[in-house]
């Protein structure tokens, strides 16, 4: 049976993970596990465990600007993301927080 739920978070952070093993750019070409798992160790210290979620998601269809950071439902991307932009996306997740 169909159960429909309203979001426990506050705000969704989606990394796209997706690798086409280098037969055209994917996100993963840009290191975007170590993306992930930057943005995960952050959330945890800075808290915001059950309030903000980091899940890796497949393509979202703007593979030539690899990696791509999605952020739901501020509907938020960020797009040629390096693990160095880490600390911005953190920064702008803060930003969403102050706002909740
Ligand atoms: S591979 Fe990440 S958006 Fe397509």
């Not at 930057?38 to 899940?55: F, I, N, P, Y």
């Not at 797009?79 to 160095?84: L, M, T």
């Amino acid at each position: 049976m169909l159960i429909q739920n309203e979001s426990p978070f506050i705000a969704h952070v989606f990394v796209c993970t997706n690798d086409r093993g280098g037969e055209r750019k994917s996100c993963a070409d840009s290191n975007s596990q170590l993306i992930k798992e930057k943005l995960k160790e952050a959330v945890d210290s800075k808290g915001w465990k059950g309030k903000v979620r980091v899940s890796t998601s497949g393509c979202m269809g703007v593979c030539a600007q690899g990696a791509n950071v999605m952020i739901y439902p501020q509907k938020l991307w960020f797009s040629e993301v390096s693990p160095d932009d880490v600390d911005a996306i953190v920064t702008a997740i803060g930003q969403i927080m102050e706002k909740s």
